[in-house]
């Protein structure tokens, strides 16, 4: 028998240990935060507070034409978002389908959160969203790929609870492909050439790689497929390269300007979509 496993007894008695510790850190340099155990022994959540009053939070959904991702996005959004104080922003890419243009159109004139803003130029990632950063009324950006459904009808309030503490940066989610494997739990710098999702294709119950993927972590870089960030920070680094990055990686090297400049860039698994 090996020596290093640990009754249940110990289990127990290393967790209640740990939490003291969590709590008694917190009480001194986070007051407002909670701890609770996590879902695999000695694994903690830590629940930061809820700013009060809440911040509004502007969610920029790039788009063109393919009203059959984009209104499911959309109403998903409306209506399975907890957190209370959000606006969403379509950003109308050249769209020419009379349905898409029919569903913008009705959909904003229905619900005063959302508005329609027209980008007529070609398509360049970056600088759309720059746009829509520009247009936005929240202190709170979110950059959301128009093929996004959320799970968890937490995940923007634990999303805006992270973004919010002075020292993070971008904060990413969990993200599932239909079947229930994972699309995106963090980007990881070198994975095929330049960057890759973390643990993808892992099942969504999977603990993960020291059961990282059922607790929030620091991680390089995070998917602007579902991307939160305080806009101050977002023009403290000059927004997405549009210049050099019309298309791909524009949101890895957005993470890494924001951790260059002292932020810490996080992942969180309590924060759940389908991509």
Sequence with gaps: EGSTALSSGQKDYTTEAGLA???????????GATVEAGHFPNTYRVRWPEPRPTPLVSLLIPTRDRVEILRPCVEAILAHTD??????????????????????????ERDARVR????????????????????????????????IEPISREWLDEMVRQVVRPEIGCVGAKLYYP?????????????????GHSHKYFHRNAPGYFTRLHLAHNVSA???????????VFEEVGGLDAENLPVAFNDVDFCLKVRAAG???LWTPYAELYH
Excluded at 21 to 31: K, N, S
Excluded at 118 to 138: L, M, T, V
Excluded at 222 to 232: D, I, M, Q, S
């Design 83 to 108: 957190y209370p104080n959000f606006e969403v922003l379509i950003l109308d890419n050249q769209s020419q389908c009379p349905e898409t243009l029919a569903f913008m159109q009705a959909v904003a």
């Design 21 to 31: 510790a969590v709590r008694d850190y917190l009480a001194e340099h986070a007051p």
């Design 179 to 195: 079947n229930d494997t994972i699309q995106h739990a963090g980007v990881i710098l070198g994975i095929g050439g330049v960057a």
């Design 222 to 232: 995070v998917t602007g497929a579902c991307l939160l960030v305080r806009k101050a």
């Design 263 to 265: 932020y810490r860039n």
């Design 116 to 147: 329609v803003l027209e980008w007529d130029r070609p398509f360049n990632y970056s600088a759309i969203n720059n746009f829509g950063a520009q247009q936005a009324r929240g202190e709170i950006l979110g950059l959301v790929n128009n093929d």
